[in-house]
């Protein structure tokens, strides 16, 4: 097997308090290979966005990286990246498209204008350099390049997002982190975007984090799965293994809570 | 009044918005009726007009064209004491847990007002027992709840605070616009279930709003799917999610997320066709062909059935 695009291991983060430590990941340890789809689901304050914010440094106080822990970019520890090394990191390493990220475009400048920041500011590009690599990468993701003049209201929540996945793959990211990159949208465009990023990493050759609360989505997108329960991970297999035979009780307990589109429903008592 | 009269129904609705040289549909020609002790589930993408199906039956929104029956009774535009009596009959549950409470006020206080606004004859007493009954309904400790404020509950605690105030009133109808959407799998269908409860409890007519056709097929008997305003298919459940006939609504259940179902590359060609029954479901469609015993679409031009 290939070095892993990411390895996390024994992460440890804690949001501190004024009384007690709040212990959001417990000793939390996976890899992610090149080129590899995978998926982390878990409900609503397990740590599941709070490790994606760790991996590329975003988390913020009161969350604090316990010492011992490590998370590995192509073999370099990312908590020991200093100012400097860390502003080259991001983006050019990992990128990241945000949980409301079709919300995340500045709403006064162009598109354009937005590509051109990150272009300018981190390969020095001109701007017609620029423009040239901008509409390139609207093609990407099926969005014609007199959208550049546009403004982001002026263009649908799909769209949107699908700008922001192309701004974050400017600089040829190992690792695309992506928070909930859907939840906002509806279950055709969601399709359409989720099967584009899919035909892009095959192309492009990146790995995906991807982050979701819906599990069965995550199931048709993902290569491998972790099961996240209260900060720690309790189960990792791929996707397939996962759905079909779960092992630990709790991801046995996620799957009886689905309700079916077709054939037997679930027992009504599974989840009350 | 026969077994089969729908306690409430909407005929040929249609809502408009826009100038009138140039009309936005919200609702078009929107018929169905709402039974005792059913559930119809109404499912469609965002925009498609199901908050204003939702708004009219809580004659929020007046129809353009069209009319509601109550009972069998046709509404027209009515005073405020009118609708404040109809709400007594017809409740509705949000989307939002945490934006449909009042921050600033206790539970008590959440489930005592409409018993004070629509039911004037109880006294104090009667009042708090009745709130008590209500949250033990809905499954909540009262003497845990009562004196809580919404911030101290958990979404699906909330969400159950919402369904015991529309029951406060004893109602015949129930909107539950996407009352789930918001809430963790492992929540959602202790909520579902709840409702399902109260509707065999009550006989209560419900209409489940969402865009989750899973959690639809777990909730109700029967299914609308709309799209641009106007109802392109509906029947019965399983008829429909097993045997779509309206292109629309294919590509609607072929986007839902599936487990069973590994995810494929969109075919070359597949956005352009997308767009074009997207295009054409938008048309007004006046036709209406059975297609199925409980089992209805609005064709559009040149399709083939089967």
Not at chain 1, 156 to 174: F, W, Y
Not at chain 2, 36 to 47: D, F, H, M
């Given at each position: 097997m290939s070095a892993p695009v990411l390895s996390i291991r024994n992460l440890n983060i804690d949001y501190i308090g004024a009384e007690a430590n709040f212990r959001a990941v417990k000793d939390v340890s996976f890899d992610i290979a090149p080129g590899e789809f995978f998926g982390l689901a878990g409900e609503s304050g397990c740590g599941k966005s709070t490790i994606a914010f760790a991996v590329s440094r975003l988390h913020r106080p009161p969350a604090l990286i316990r010492t011992g822990s490590e998370i590995l970019v192509d073999g370099r520890d990312v908590l020991e990246l200093d100012k400097d090394a860390l502003r080259r990191f991001r983006w050019r390493e990992v990128a990241m498209v945000f949980q409301s990220a079709m919300n995340s475009l500045n709403p006064v400048l162009t598109i354009e204008a937005q590509f051109y920041d990150v272009l300018h500011t981190h390969k020095g590009m001109s701007r017609e350099a620029a423009r040239e690599r901008a509409a390139e990468l609207l093609k990407l993701v099926d969005i014609p390049p007199d959208r550049l003049a546009a403004?982001?209201?002026?263009?649908?929540?799909?769209?949107?997002?699908?700008?922001?996945?192309?701004?974050?793959?400017?600089?040829?990211?190992?690792?695309?982190?992506?928070?909930?990159?859907?939840t906002a949208l509806d279950v055709v465009v969601q399709r359409e975007i989720l099967q584009r990023i899919d035909v892009l990493r095959k192309r492009l050759g990146f790995a995906v984090l991807f982050i979701t609360h819906d599990l069965g989505l995550m199931v048709q997108v993902s290569d491998r799965i972790g099961i996240m329960l209260e900060g720690e991970l309790v189960e990792v297999n791929d996707a397939q293994t996962i759905y079909r035979s779960p092992q630990h009780d709790y991801t046995k307990r996620l799957w009886a809570s689905m309700p079916k589109l077709h054939g037997d429903q679930i027992r009504p008592e599974a989840g009350a | 009044m026969s077994e089969n009269q729908p306690i409430l129904a909407l005929d040929n609705v249609s809502k408009i918005f826009g100038r009138a040289n140039q009309p936005i549909y919200a609702a078009r020609s929107v018929s169905?009726?709402?039974?005792?002790?059913?559930?119809?589930?109404?499912?469609?993408?965002?925009?498609?007009?199901?908050t204003t199906a939702a708004r009219l039956i809580m004659r929020e929104y007046h129809p353009d064209e069209g009319r509601l029956l109550f009972r069998g009774e046709p509404l027209g535009k009515a005073s405020a004491k009118a609708i404040k009596a109809y709400r007594a009959s017809v409740q509705m549950v949000f989307q939002d847990p945490f934006s449909s409470l009042n921050p600033a006020h206790t539970i008590r206080y959440h489930l005592e007002r409409p018993l004070r606004l629509h039911q004037r004859q109880l006294g104090r007493a009667e009042r708090r027992a009745a709130a008590e009954a209500l949250l033990e309904r809905v499954k909540l400790d009262p003497k845990l709840i009562m004196g809580k404020f919404p911030h101290e509950l958990s979404g699906g605690q909330r969400q159950r605070i919402s369904i015991a105030r529309a029951l406060a009133v004893n109602p015949q109808v129930i909107v539950a616009d996407e009352p789930t959407s918001m809430l963790d799998v492992s929540v959602r269908l202790g909520i579902l279930n709840l409702l399902n409860d109260m509707k065999k409890q009550d006989n209560l007519a419900l209409l489940y709003i969402t865009h989750d056709i899973a959690t639809a097929r777990?909730?109700?008997?029967?299914?609308?799917?709309?799209?641009?305003?106007?109802?392109?298919?509906w029947g019965a459940m399983d008829s429909v999610l097993d045997n779509p006939q309206h292109p629309y609504t294919r590509l609607l259940l072929a986007a839902v997320p599936d487990p069973d179902r590994r995810f494929d590359a969109a075919q070359p060609g597949e956005l352009e066709q997308i767009e074009t029954i997207r295009r054409q479901a938008a048309l007004p469609q006046k036709d209406i062909q059975q297609v199925g015993e409980n089992h209805f679409i609005r064709p559009i031009p040149d399709m083939v059935i089967g």
């Open positions: 403004y982001p209201h002026q263009c649908s929540g799909g769209m949107r997002q699908r700008i922001v996945i192309a701004i974050c793959l400017a600089l040829n990211p190992k690792l695309l982190i992506m928070d909930e990159p859907t | 169905f009726g709402l039974h005792a002790g059913r559930t119809l589930a109404l499912v469609g993408e965002s925009g498609s007009g199901k777990f909730v109700a008997e029967d299914i609308m799917v709309m799209y641009a305003g106007q109802i392109v298919e």
